[in-house]
């Protein structure tokens, strides 16, 4: 079946460094993938998505690119800031899946971001 | 702006006693769902409706029953509950059912079965 694998956290980093969360899946399809974002305390947010091969999403400063020939989308920030602390989920969708679109997560990282 | 409201936030819970998780959303979106979060393994489907009047299963459907009571509420019930459901439960919402939708999720239900 689907899988989404991500690289263990916790990653802590120091504000203004370079972030990147690797993130490779399992797909038998051509699926949709997506980054939410879940602060302390609170539900999942969308943060970027890509639908296709060699879409790139970006928001907020953060961005990923959907690569097919490596079956990664890894997430990018050039500078993070102390109010990006967060746990990083990574999820694809599979558009074979039927009805509903049923996502399958990854474990998802923690990014800790200090001064 | 209420969005996907989830009640109640915390519950303690015996082994072996029911209860119901209530989600409400109040954007007209057509699918809802219910997921289960637990350190080490990110969300898991439990439950999800496409449209008013369906349900089916998702990944971890054993020991839950749902009811999608009209287009804004979609109610998660444990029967018997065990402490292999301790968990943090998240009700979500989307307009259409395709793969790219953008889901909407709620704050989350923290629940322990002792």
């Known amino acids: 079946g689907d899988s989404v694998t991500q690289m263990e956290g916790p990653v802590t980093l120091s504000e203004e460094a370079f972030l990147t969360i690797n993130c490779t899946y399992t797909?038998?399809?051509?699926?949709?993938l997506f980054w939410y974002v879940q602060y302390p305390g609170e539900g999942l947010q969308l943060l970027l998505k890509?639908?296709?091969?060699?879409d790139k999403g970006s928001n907020k400063g953060f961005e990923a690119t959907y690569r097919k020939e490596t079956t990664s989308f890894h997430l990018e920030k050039g500078s993070v800031q102390v109010s990006d602390s967060a746990v990083y989920f990574c999820?694809?969708?599979?558009?074979?899946?039927?009805?509903?679109?049923?996502?399958?997560f990854g474990t998802g990282t923690r990014l800790q971001v200090t001064l | 702006n209420a969005g996907v409201t989830q009640t109640p936030k915390f519950q303690v819970l015996k082994t072996g006693q029911s209860m119901t998780l209530q989600c409400a959303q109040d954007?007209?979106?057509?699918?809802m769902y219910w997921y289960r979060q637990d350190p080490g393994m990110g969300l898991r489907l439990i439950y999800y409706?496409?449209?008013?009047?369906?349900?089916d299963k998702g990944e971890v459907p054993n020991g839950y029953n749902v009811s999608r009571l009209n287009k804004r509420e979609f109610s998660l019930r444990l029967e018997s509950a065990a402490p292999s459901q301790t968990s943090v439960y998240f009700c979500?919402?989307?307009?259409?059912?395709?793969?790219?939708?953008?889901?909407?999720f709620g704050s989350g239900t923290q629940l322990s079965v002792l």
């Open positions: 979500a919402s989307s307009e259409g059912s395709g793969a790219a939708e953008k889901l909407f």
């Open positions: 797909a038998t399809g051509y699926p949709s």
């Open positions: 890509a639908t296709k091969a060699d």
């Open positions: 999820a694809l969708s599979d558009p074979r899946s039927g009805t509903a679109s049923k996502l399958t």
């Open positions: 954007m007209n979106h057509n699918s």
């Open positions: 409706s496409a449209s008013e009047g369906t349900t």
